[in-house]
């Protein structure tokens, strides 16, 4: 299994205890700096669920120096909730679109529905538009 997708079943499984319904992660970015702008967990009256000192499991792969080379590694680590659902969007965004962030950049907001499980990107990326033309006068 693929760490994005262990990472989204053990995000989904703690979002569904805290009752949650939905949640929107918002992002924007240009000029070689992305950020992410706001993250919302809902319940099933569109009220904000307070995730705030609620951690969860998150796998991650990292390399570490053996004294001759890197060796990769996977560590799991307690990380905040709202973090996890950023570096989710992150991860998600380094596979559907890299370089999201560069030149004129890109923003949009991965959504995820409790109910069915369903994670959906919504990506906007932003481009500068020239129109040429010659007259002789």
């Given amino acids: 299994m693929r760490l994005l997708e262990k990472n989204k079943d053990t ?6 205890s805290l009752k949650a319904k939905s ?6 970015g240009c000029g070689d700096s992305g950020q992410i702008e706001d993250v919302q967990v809902l319940d099933e009256h569109n009220q904000p669920i307070d ?14 120096w053996n004294g ?19 570096e989710l969007t992150y991860d998600s965004l380094e596979e559907r679109h890299p370089g999201w962030e560069d030149g004129d950049g890109a923003n949009g907001t991965l959504r995820i529905d409790l109910a ?9 990326t932003h481009y500068m538009e020239t129109t040429y033309e010659e007259t002789t006068l």
């Fill in 11 to 16: 995000i989904v499984a703690i979002l569904r």
């Fill in 23 to 28: 949640v929107e992660v918002s992002y924007s």
């Fill in 51 to 64: 995730i705030d000192g609620r951690c969860v499991a998150i796998t991650r792969t990292s390399s570490m």
């Fill in 68 to 86: 001759t080379a890197f060796e990769p590694r996977t560590v799991t680590e307690d990380t905040p909730l709202k973090h996890a659902l950023s």
């Fill in 116 to 124: 069915s499980g369903a994670f959906t990107l919504e990506h906007g």
